[in-house]
């Protein structure tokens, strides 16, 4: 009897090892640390909305609180998607998701990687960076200042506001143009960011900075993106537009602001000689340039026997190329979108363009628009682009 009364005791040391080992369930114990961090990152993100600098700085490091202090945020939130933690010390992968109040339609979400530290009880942030792969933001690269246009939002760090002024009058030229070619199916308005450098730029692209040198602005979004998704950016190289003329600097703003127009209908089957030659279409209509100083790379191709055999290739409008051949691809694709509004009429262009990006694949695509919308096959449009060549920059 004495040797079994010591069984229960050695059983009930084991179940009670268990029960905290384990918990009730029988699976490994959640580390409550992660649900904890999630409420730090609650209240930061509260902190953000409500520029509460004291609340911010109880979360963590709070550098760039500050920079945000102007730009209207209408929502902020993270979400914890995964947690390592060796003692007091964490890594947090987190979804950072916010909204441009008037703007962006959707939240805008970029991964970020949060590194944290256990104090005197508390967990608080001690660094917070893109997580790899993702791109900066414009107020990791200083304080952000903000100019309101009629149809534009303009946010730029290390800009003067005068600087940013001039880039809303650009765009709030460019988005009625833009609506009085394309139609009034889109927001109206767009956002365009300004950082100081190239390298900026590079940084808000998540990419190298070698790559944009020439390239004087882009625009971000998802092709084909819903009705619900987050404003596009169009985001300026400050070095390749300060060196542009009065003329190219509205081309280029209204080209992008195209490109946000038009984005709901731009797919995988859209092929790049029309998005980017619509964008440029758009971009150079009522301008009264003539066809060889739009186009001077191809005039001379043309000049020199050197005619194009077939449309540019996606692959040509690559920005680490050849200069010369990427300025021809664009050229061209602009040359073809020029062809369709004079032979078939701009409400063609534009059922062309919609019927290219509703074809649920790349392949057939550009086949069936011009079988449908044009009456024309690819043989026979790709000899009248040749021919158009011919004539206009001949």
């Known amino acids: 009897m004495a040797g079994r009364g010591r069984v229960p005791g050695v059983v009930a040391s084991c179940v009670l090892l ?79 998701s916010y909204r441009v109040e008037g703007y962006d339609r959707a939240p805008v979400t970029t991964g970020r990687t949060l590194r ?3 104090g005197e009880g508390r967990w608080r942030v001690t660094s917070d960076r893109p997580a790899k792969k993702a791109a900066e933001q414009l107020w990791e690269q200083g304080a952000v200042s903000v100019v309101r246009g009629e149809h534009s939002l303009v946010l730029g760090a290390g800009q003067s506001r005068e600087t940013l002024r001039r880039f809303a009058g650009l765009a709030d030229r460019a988005v009625p143009a833009v609506s009085r070619t394309w139609g009034t199916d889109w927001p109206g308005h767009v956002v365009v960011l300004v950082p100081k450098s190239l390298e900026g730029m590079a940084g808000l692209l998540g990419a190298a900075a070698s790559g944009y040198r020439g390239i004087a602005a882009v625009t971000t979004g998802e092709a084909g993106g819903p009705a619900r998704a987050p404003a596009d950016r169009i985001i300026i190289n400050p070095e390749a537009y300060g060196v542009l003329g009065g003329l190219g600097r509205q081309v280029v703003l209204t080209h992008e602001t195209t490109h946000v127009a038009s984005r709901a209908h731009t797919t995988a089957a859209t092929p790049l000689w029309l998005s980017e030659g619509y964008a440029d279409w758009a971009g150079y209509l009522g301008s009264g340039r003539p066809a060889a100083q739009v186009a001077p790379e191809l005039q001379r191709a043309v000049a020199d026997g050197r005619l194009p055999a077939a449309l540019p290739e996606d692959a040509d409008f690559g920005f680490t190329g050849d200069a010369a051949s990427l300025a021809r691809a664009y050229e061209g694709g602009w040359m073809a979108c020029r062809l369709i509004a004079d032979r078939w009429g701009e409400v063609r262009l534009n059922d062309f363009y919609r019927a290219v990006g509703a074809h649920p694949q790349r392949a057939g695509a ?6 449908d919308v044009l009456h024309t096959t690819p043989e026979a449009f790709t000899g009248r682009w040749r021919e158009y060549l011919r004539s206009q920059l001949g």
């Open 366 to 371: 550009v086949e069936g628009a011009l079988r």
């Open 18 to 96: 268990l029960v905290a080992l384990v918990g009730c369930s029988g699976r490994p114990a959640h580390d409550t640390a992660a649900d904890t961090v999630q409420g730090v990152l609650d209240r930061r993100a509260a902190a953000v909305l409500h520029r509460d600098a004291a609340a911010y700085r109880a979360t963590g490091a709070a550098p760039e609180l500050a920079n945000l202090r102007d730009v209207p945020l209408a929502a902020w939130s993270y979400r914890l998607t995964g947690f390592h933690r060796t003692g007091d010390r964490a890594t947090a992968d987190v979804d950072l």
């Open 116 to 118: 944290l530290a256990r």
